[in-house]
């Protein structure tokens, strides 16, 4: 199975969601969390710290991230590591590949026009939410 990891990212304030632009199919122009292939098999944290670094610039001493949850999407044949942290500062970020913007927190990632996924990434965000809550 082909593995991969997806990174919530919330502002100091949680007001604001980190999300990139797709410059590839599938969802090319649509939002997207942050994330990217897992290399390794050894540290999936470390994974989704490097991918995070990698497409934003946000290293360790930026945030602390926080396992979530897996999806395993057996007709795709690929799971989905989720994980997510809240900013500890400022920071400026770096991008890779993709136009990295930010968004409310309260946006309707349903939108299936304006996020990728179709629908998925308001499943998360909202569970995740939850959690932050708590």
Not at 5 to 19: A, G, R
Not at 72 to 94: A, Q, S
Request: glycine share 6%.
């Amino acid at each position: 199975m082909k593995r991969m990891n997806l990174i919530v990212v919330f502002s100091q304030d949680k007001t604001k969601l980190l999300m990139c632009e797709r410059t590839k199919e599938p969802y090319k122009g649509q939002l997207n969390l942050v994330g990217g292939k897992i290399e390794k098999d050894d540290d999936n944290l470390n994974e989704a710290y490097r991918e995070l670094q990698e497409e934003t610039g946000i290293t360790k001493d930026d945030i602390d991230l926080v396992y979530f949850m897996t999806c395993n999407y057996h007709t795709l044949n690929k799971g989905l590591e989720i994980y997510y942290g809240v900013l500890n500062k400022d920071v400026e970020l770096v991008e890779e590949v993709n136009k990295l913007v930010w968004v409310n927190e309260d946006d309707n990632f349903f939108d299936f026009n304006k996020y990728a996924g179709e629908g998925n990434l308001g499943h998360i965000i909202a569970e995740i939410k939850l959690e932050l809550s708590k």
